[in-house]
């Protein structure tokens, strides 16, 4: 048995969920008739509150099209330097829409009302690029797994407000979010110009994200996605574990928290781990001494069927899933006690 701690993006559909994949009626997404896919645009765009939605293959697409279709070559977007849209899309900000990054250095990834402000340049001065935009994420992934509250997000829509810019969130796990602080999705409708939701993490579909917002926005979104090869078909099969996985597989992240809980218990026992970040969802990094490499970490414990990331050079990630039971978490922690002393 191999304990798959990589990423929630690992897992498999469960059989329900590709039942409801293939009884799913299709048609042709880019003639806009595929039913499914008008089906999930509409669900979770009503589930948001927003007006409409564009169903993708990645979150990372749904990042770039809102940047693009908020911003102009020369524009600037605010973000926390440990935005997944600036470190982990390739580049895309600058390739895909032309415009540069103002990265805050905010706690554990999180950006606060007084940091955007004093990041958005004066739009009469020349010098300047213009800021467009601010983006923020949540759950914050590199900060391991922490989240916004409401009135946070607020704070920081109102410096939005008053200075005119749209504010988007990067939400492939907001749903994780939203489980521990009770908070509604509409809420979040409301303080979001757009929002893009990952349907491929915790929620357990294969493929797909979704970009939310107002519909002039999205008609623009859908022009950006046809042209960056986007455009798909009989997107439906794909569609359909979407609506099956907003309908099942919501409530359950709660147990993935839980399970995450568990392990920074099994990794305090550890004597290599120096430093284990809180553990608010079901993201888990933790540290290592100076003496190991993360890499040299990660390659150890894959011997022992433990799969995890390097997330910097002492430190390691493991995020926990739909695939991975309270048989994996006894037996991670079986293989877990036998490591110890392996790197002595
Ligand atoms: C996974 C992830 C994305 C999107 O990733 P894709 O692999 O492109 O779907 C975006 N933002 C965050 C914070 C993520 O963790």
Same mark, same amino acid.
């Given at each position: 048995?191999?304990? #798959? ?26 003639? %806009? ?40 070559? %020369? ?28 990265? *805050? ?19 009469? +001065? ?43 969130? #990067? ?6 979010? *939203? ?8 809420? &979040?409708?409301?303080?979001? +110009? ?16 979704? *970009? ?34 907003? #309908? ?15 392990? %920074? ?55 926990? &899933?739909? #695939?991975?039971? +309270? ?15 392996? &790197?002595?």
């Amino acid at each position: 048995m191999t304990i #798959d701690l990589r990423s929630d993006t690992v897992t498999h559909p469960t059989p329900a969920m590709r039942e409801a994949m293939f009884a799913a009626p299709l048609g042709d997404d880019v003639f %806009g008739d595929d039913p499914t896919v008008n089906a999930l645009e509409t669900k979770a765009a009503q589930l948001f509150g927003m007006e409409a939605a564009l169903f993708c293959p990645s979150g990372t697409m749904t990042n770039q099209l809102a940047i693009r279709t908020h911003t102009r070559p %020369g524009d600037e977007v605010i973000c926390d330097q440990l935005s997944h849209i600036y470190l982990y899309e390739g580049g895309g900000i600058m390739a895909n829409s032309g415009v540069s990054v103002s990265l *805050l250095p905010g706690e554990r990834g999180k950006l606060t009302p007084a940091l955007v402000r004093d990041a958005i340049n004066n739009p009469a +001065d020349p010098h300047r690029p213009l800021t467009r935009l601010v983006s923020l994420e949540n759950t914050m992934n590199k900060g391991g797994g922490c989240y916004y509250t409401l009135p946070e997000i607020a704070a920081i829509r109102q410096v939005c407000d008053d200075n005119k810019l749209p504010l988007h969130l #990067d939400g492939a796990r907001l749903f994780n979010a *939203l489980v521990e602080t009770g908070e509604s999705t509409e809420a &979040h409708g409301q303080l979001f +110009d757009s929002i893009s939701i990952c349907l491929s993490k915790g929620l357990g579909c294969p493929v797909g994200s979704l *970009l939310l917002g107002k519909r002039d926005f999205i008609t623009q979104a859908r022009r950006f996605r046809k042209m960056m090869g986007g455009g798909w078909r009989q997107a439906g099969f794909l569609a359909a574990a979407g609506i099956y996985a907003l #309908d099942h597989h919501v409530n359950r992240l709660k147990l993935d928290h839980s399970r995450a809980r568990k392990i %920074g218990a099994m990794l305090e026992a550890l004597p290599e781990v120096q430093e284990i970040y809180p553990i608010d969802t079901n993201i888990v990094i933790f540290r290592l001494p100076e003496s190991i490499l993360a890499t040299d970490y990660v390659q150890q414990l894959a011997e022992k069927g433990i799969r995890g990331v390097t997330f910097g050079k002492h430190l390691v990630r493991f995020v926990t &899933h739909h #695939d991975f039971t +309270d048989e994996h978490l006894a037996e991670l922690e079986t293989r877990l006690k036998s490591s110890i002393g392996l &790197h002595n």
